[in-house]
Structure formats: structure tokens, C-alpha cells
């Protein structure tokens, strides 16, 4: 079955400092690929997407590329803030949005320190 | 704005009470889903629904219940809680998986608050 795989962290870096979360797929034909955030105490909100191979999904100077090659979705940022500090799921939806809804990885806790 | 709203968003219960989650959405979404999310975990879809009238399991289905008798609505229960049914719950919905033109919706969920549930 489909998987996603992303690093669990914490992961805890400066103000400004350069972000990268891996995360890495497993599915069958070409799924849409997301990146979700969830801000403490609240809901999963959609960061980006990416519905076909090697588009970039962009939003509050996040950035991910979906590449098919390596079956990756890793999201960027070049320059963190303290607000930024959230847990980050990668997801993805199988080709044509299946009924079962998204497959998620495990989250990756992100805390940045001023 | 509603989107998604999930009452209550906190609840205590103790060991074998039963309680009911609800999830309201004004989207007119057809696909609604309760997930659970616990440390380590990530979401785990919990059971799903393609339309009123309508359900399916999840991936951990096991001591809950759910009910969709209005589009809108998705009701999940509990009929004798169990400490490991400690969690926070979530509620989401999307459009189905074709649009009105036939094209391919992404497949993007759009999730309510939370309701955090302890089982003493």
C-alpha cells in the first residue's frame, strides 16, 4: 500500500537558519503530493501541493518539488522564523483522490530558537 | 467561514462511558473522515464516508462507531471508552475525487480543530 516516510525530529534550528524536512513516498501511479502544518493547539492546515511530477508548490516561502524520479516531496524554506514552529506532515492522495482520504507520514516537529 | 467544526473540543471520560464526537462541515463536501493523531503516530484514519447514508473502516476502526444521516454531519462514537482511546480526534472533509467536469479534484482535506479526548 501507499506510505510516506519523513524525518520525526524534533528538529531545532536558529532564526534564519536554512530549513529542510525530507520526505519520501511509496504509491502507485502519480499521486498529489502535500505538505501540511499544525500550529500548536490547533487543526492541520494545507501549506503546499503538488498534483504531477516536478511541479513546485510554494506558500509563506515554503517551497517543495514534487520529483517522481526519487519519489520525494521535501519541503524548503531559506530563512525560519520563531513563528514557524510547528509539527509539518507530508501526505499524499492517491491518483484521482481516492475515497480513503490521505496517507500520512508521522509528522516532523520543528522548533526554532531566537 | 465555519469549514469544519468539531464539538467539544476537550472531553474526560472515565473508563467505559460512551460519548459522541461531532463533525459539522458547510462546504457541501461529499467525503468526510475521523482520523486519531497520537505521539509518534501521525494520523491514523479512523473510518471514513462517501456520501450521507454511508461508511467505511479505516485503519484503526476498533471500538467506534460512526453515523453520516446528514451530508453534513459525521458522528463519531464511543460506546465504552477504553484508556488507549486517549487521543486527539480529528474531523476533515473534501469534494469527491471528480468534479463537476470530470476532472481530478486533488484529493486536499480540509480539517476542523480538534476535539481532545482523555479516558481516565
Known amino acids: 500500500g501507499d506510505s510516506v516516510t519523513q524525518m520525526e525530529g524534533p528538529v531545532t534550528l536558529s532564526e534564519e537558519a536554512f530549513l529542510t524536512i525530507n520526505c519520501t513516498y511509496t504509491?502507485?501511479?502519480?499521486?498529489?503530493l502535500f505538505w501540511y502544518v499544525q500550529y500548536p493547539g490547533e487543526g492541520l492546515q494545507l501549506l503546499l501541493k503538488?498534483?504531477?511530477?516536478?511541479d513546485k508548490g510554494s506558500n509563506k516561502g515554503f517551497e517543495a518539488t514534487y520529483r517522481k524520479e526519487t519519489t520525494s516531496f521535501h519541503l524548503e524554506k531559506g530563512s525560519v522564523q520563531v513563528s514557524d514552529s510547528a509539527v509539518y506532515f507530508c501526505a499524499l492522495s492517491d491518483q484521482g483522490g481516492g475515497a480513503d482520504g490521505l496517507t500520512f507520514g508521522k509528522g516532523t516537529h520543528l522548533i526554532i530558537q531566537p | 467561514n465555519a469549514g469544519v467544526t468539531q464539538t467539544p473540543k476537550f472531553r474526560v471520560l472515565k473508563t467505559g462511558q460512551s460519548m459522541t464526537l461531532l463533525c459539522a462541515q458547510d462546504m457541501n463536501h461529499e467525503y468526510m473522515y475521523w482520523y486519531r493523531q497520537d505521539p509518534g503516530m501521525g494520523l491514523r484514519l479512523i473510518h471514513y464516508?462517501?456520501?450521507?447514508?454511508?461508511?467505511a473502516k479505516g485503519e484503526v476502526p476498533d471500538g467506534y462507531n460512526v453515523s453520516r444521516l446528514k451530508k453534513q454531519n459525521f458522528l463519531l462514537g464511543l460506546e465504552s471508552a477504553a484508556p488507549s482511546q486517549t487521543s486527539v480526534y480529528f474531523c476533515?472533509?473534501?469534494?469527491?475525487?471528480?468534479?463537476?467536469?470530470?476532472?481530478?479534484?486533488?484529493?486536499?482535506?480540509?480539517f476542523g480543530e480538534g476535539s481532545r479526548l482523555t479516558v481516565l
Open positions: 503538488a498534483t504531477k511530477a516536478d
Open positions: 504509491a502507485t501511479g502519480y499521486p498529489s
Open positions: 476533515a472533509s473534501r469534494p469527491p475525487g471528480l468534479n463537476f467536469l470530470g476532472g481530478a479534484n486533488t484529493g486536499e482535506l480540509f
Open positions: 464516508s462517501v456520501g450521507e447514508g454511508t461508511t
